[in-house]
């Protein structure tokens, strides 16, 4: 089976070369661009490419998924240094003959992801698949740097308190609870009572089982 190598460093591809000669793949091939592996395609599709995803010009996910149904009877092998998790989900649900293996991972693996395409298979590395069972992290809220005070009144104001009830609550006057009110929502970098309502349950700085009660 003819196999393009859609990799942009000449010592990867001199590897993957001497990789697939020890498999007795003769006709190995190179393609510097997308235009020239999709006209290498239309000429013969039924072929193995080997595409280093985050080298080559390939926009995204949604991208590879047209081409991996545009030429279905092509095998690929995303072979990348690094691929994000949601980029993976994603080609592992719509690219259903796309395997992926990691240039970090061992000689052993590699040649496995090669075999696997060689033979109509799908074959994702062992480091990739521990990644996709794992939940991915939502970014932590940063807690902006408010005093006791703006955080007692941004409870209140969470709660649904106006201006003039927490002044009363608080023995204050309404100008100077509206000027706290002014620097939390500066701090916070909200706009309205909403936004600032928003962020203080995200980011824990109200309780929501009292928010809610």
Request: glycine share 4%.
């Amino acid at each position: 089976m003819k196999v393009y190598l859609a990799d942009n460093q000449d010592i990867t591809r001199a590897g993957l070369t001497y990789l697939l000669s020890g498999m007795d793949v003769k006709d190995t091939k190179y393609t510097e661009d997308k235009a020239e592996l999709i006209a290498a395609l239309r000429s013969d599709s039924k072929t193995v490419v080997v595409l280093d995803y985050t080298l080559f010009d390939i926009n995204d996910a949604n991208e590879l998924s047209i081409l991996c149904q545009r030429f279905p009877s092509t095998w690929w092998v995303l072979f990348s240094d690094d691929l994000s998790q949601d980029f993976i989900h994603q080609v592992a649900i719509t690219c259903p003959t796309c395997g992926i293996v990691l240039k970090e991972c061992d000689m052993a693996e590699i040649r496995e992801a090669l075999r696997y395409a060689l033979t109509g298979r799908r074959y994702i590395c062992q480091q990739v698949m521990e990644q996709m069972l794992t939940p991915e992290k939502k970014p932590a809220v940063e807690r902006p740097n408010l005093t006791k005070t703006e955080l007692e009144i941004l409870k209140d104001i969470a709660l649904g308190m106006t201006s003039r009830e927490i002044a009363t609550k608080r023995f204050s006057s309404f100008h100077t609870i509206n000027t706290h009110r002014k620097n939390i929502f500066r701090k916070l970098g909200v706009n309205n009572l909403q936004e600032a309502t928003k962020y203080a349950l995200r980011a824990g700085l109200v309780d929501a089982a009292e928010y809610y009660i």
